[in-house]
C-alpha cells in the first residue's frame, strides 16, 4: 500500500457514500442495495462494502464467505490479505441483465457490475469494539491506499444501526452519507441523534464529511408520518441551510437536503427481498403482453422511480461528470408517464413549509 496524494484521496472520497442510521428497521441495506443495482443498470461498477453484523447485505447479494472463498469486512479492516481477495461477486439476480431493455428491468448502458465485500456477522464485533484511536484508517487503507476503490465508479458502504466503531470506520473512508429517516415519531428523533452523532464524529476527526442526502423511507398514508416527514424536512433545513456547494456546482441542486419522492412502504419490496432480488425484478410484471402498463400498477412504478430518481442523484453526487449523458440518454427511454414524471418532472428535494406543525422535543 502506498500513501496518497491528496488528488487520489479526494477522488477516492468523491466517489464513496455511507449509508448510516442509529435506529434499525428503516430499511438501510434495502434501500442501498437498490441504488447499486440502479446504478449497476446505468452502466457503473459499483462496489458495496458490508459494514453491518447483521449481514443483511451479505445476505440479500447472495455474498456470504465460503470455505473456498472465505474473506470478508473484516479481513479487509484487519489487512492481513489482498483487499481484492475479500471482493465477492454479487448473485446474477444482482447484475445488470442486457438481454432486458432499461423499462423492463434490464441494463441502459452497458458494463455495469455489482461486487461485495461482505460482512462475516457477529465475528465483526471484535472490530467493532477496538478503540478508533488505534484502527480508524484501517478501512481507509483496504478500500482505498490498497488501489481498490480504483478499480470501480462507486463504492457504496452499508453501516450497522449504530454509532459505534465499524460506522467511524466507514464515515472515515467515505466523502459522502445518506441517512435514511423512517418518520414515526421515535424514529424521528432516532434520525436526528444519528445525523448529530455522525457529524460530530466527523469534526472531531476534521473529516470532510459532505451529506448526499436524506431519504425518507417505508412511508405510509398515516397522518404520524405526514407530520413526521415535515418534521423531519423542516429541522433537516435548519442544519443545512444550503448544500455547501457553490450555486454554480451542479451538486449543490442535490445535495443536502431530503430527496423526493419518498419510499413508501410496499409488500412487492420485501418479497423481492425475500427472493435474493432487486425491485427491477418485479418492472416485467408490471406490463401486459402488449408492452402496456397494466391497471393497478401505477404505484408500483412510482416507487421504482423514486428509487431510480434517487440513484440518479447519487451519480450527480459521486459521479458528476456522466450524470447528464446519462439523463440524455434515460430521457430518449419509452417509460410509463408516472415513471417518466418522477423522473424529470418532479422535484428534487422536499421543501419546508415553517410552523405547519411544532416540532417534537428531542429533534432541536
Known amino acids: 500500500m502506498t500513501t496518497l496524494t491528496r488528488e487520489q484521496a479526494d477522488a477516492a472520497l468523491d466517489k464513496t457514500c455511507s449509508t448510516t442510521s442509529q435506529k434499525g428497521g428503516v430499511a438501510k441495506t434495502t434501500t442501498t442495495a437498490q441504488y447499486a443495482m440502479f446504478l449497476a ?9 458490508d459494514a453491518d453484523t447483521s449481514r443483511g447485505m451479505t445476505t440479500l447479494t447472495g455474498t456470504a464467505p465460503t470455505a473456498e472463498h472465505p474473506y470478508s469486512v473484516a479481513d479487509l479492516i484487519k489487512g492481513d490479505v489482498d483487499p481484492r481477495l475479500c471482493v465477492h461477486t454479487a448473485a446474477d439476480a444482482w447484475q445488470p441483465d442486457a438481454t432486458r431493455s432499461w423499462n423492463l428491468g434490464g441494463a441502459l448502458i452497458a458494463g455495469g457490475r455489482i461486487d461485495v465485500i461482505p460482512s462475516p456477522g457477529g465475528t465483526l464485533q ?18 482505498h491506499e490498497s488501489g481498490l476503490s480504483d478499480d470501480y465508479d462507486i463504492v ?74 415535515q418534521e423531519t424536512v423542516d429541522w433537516v433545513s435548519t442544519i443545512w441551510a444550503d448544500s455547501g456547494f457553490p450555486e454554480d456546482d451542479p451538486r449543490a441542486a442535490f445535495a443536502s437536503g431530503v ?99 411544532s416540532t417534537p422535543e428531542g429533534v432541536h
Open 41 to 49: 443498470n446505468l452502466g457503473f461498477k459499483v462496489l458495496v462494502a
Open 126 to 143: 471484535a472490530i467493532s469494539d477496538e478503540k478508533p484511536a488505534a484502527s480508524h484508517l484501517r478501512m481507509w487503507k483496504g478500500l
Open 156 to 229: 457504496l458502504i452499508d453501516c450497522p444501526p449504530s454509532s459505534g466503531a465499524t460506522t467511524e470506520l466507514s464515515i472515515l473512508s467515505s466523502g459522502w452519507a445518506i441517512f435514511p429517516a423512517h418518520p414515526e415519531m421515535l424514529g424521528t428523533v432516532g434520525f436526528a441523534d444519528g445525523v448529530r452523532a455522525v457529524r460530530q464524529f466527523a469534526e472531531a476527526w476534521r473529516h470532510p464529511l459532505a451529506s448526499a442526502g436524506v431519504v425518507f423511507t417505508k412511508v405510509n398514508r398515516t397522518s404520524e408520518h405526514k407530520i413526521g416527514m
Open 259 to 357: 430527496w423526493t419522492p419518498a419510499i413508501t412502504e410496499a409488500a412487492f419490496v420485501a418479497a423481492a427481498n425475500s427472493r435474493g432480488e432487486s425491485v427491477a425484478s418485479v418492472l416485467p410484471s408490471l406490463y401486459t403482453v402488449v408492452g402496456e402498463p397494466k391497471v393497478g400498477s401505477e404505484n408500483q412504478f412510482r416507487l421504482i422511480s423514486a428509487y431510480m430518481r434517487h440513484s440518479l442523484n447519487l451519480m450527480a453526487l459521486l459521479v458528476p461528470s456522466r450524470y447528464e449523458d446519462t439523463i440524455a440518454k434515460l430521457e430518449a427511454e419509452p417509460m410509463p408517464p408516472v415513471m417518466r414524471e418522477v423522473l424529470f418532472e418532479s422535484p428534487l428535494k422536499f421543501n419546508p413549509e415553517a410552523a405547519m406543525v
